[in-house]
């Protein structure tokens, strides 16, 4: 069992930057491939991004690609999201997610391959 807790999200202008944290408690936090996930109102979650346990390998969804950077700090049991040149469009609650890792392959962009969620944090980009 890993508990996740996001912080850093709030309100920022089109054009702006945010850098979201997930700290993990509970198993050992290298154990884990992690991804960020986002919801906006009416919408299904969708995938961000995601880094592999060893932090060698990060995806992106493509509208995000340039914009965001994944990254995590295992001395820290945390991981990152920094948001740069933030759009309207981002505007949805942020979740990081967890994924026990085992070695096979499987599709970062599918919500159901992640085994623990974070409650989400608000992130508001004004026009």
């Known amino acids: 069992q890993v508990q996740l807790v996001e912080s850093g999200g709030g309100l920022v202008q089109a054009g702006g930057s945010l850098r979201l944290s997930c700290a993990a408690s509970g198993r050992t936090f290298r154990n884990y491939d992690l991804g960020w996930f986002r919801q906006a109102p009416g919408k299904e979650r969708e995938f961000v991004a995601h880094i592999t346990w060893s932090g060698r390998s990060t995806y992106y969804t493509d509208s995000v690609k340039g914009r965001f950077t994944i990254s995590r700090d295992n001395t820290l049991n945390t991981i990152y999201l920094q948001m740069n040149s933030l759009k309207p469009e981002d505007t949805a609650v942020y979740y990081c997610?967890?994924?026990?890792?085992?070695?096979?392959?499987?599709?970062?962009?599918?919500?159901?391959?992640?085994?623990?969620w974070g409650q989400g944090t608000q992130v508001t980009v004004s026009s």
């Open positions: 997610a967890a994924r026990t890792y085992s070695g096979g392959t499987y599709r970062v962009e599918d919500k159901r391959n992640y085994d623990y």
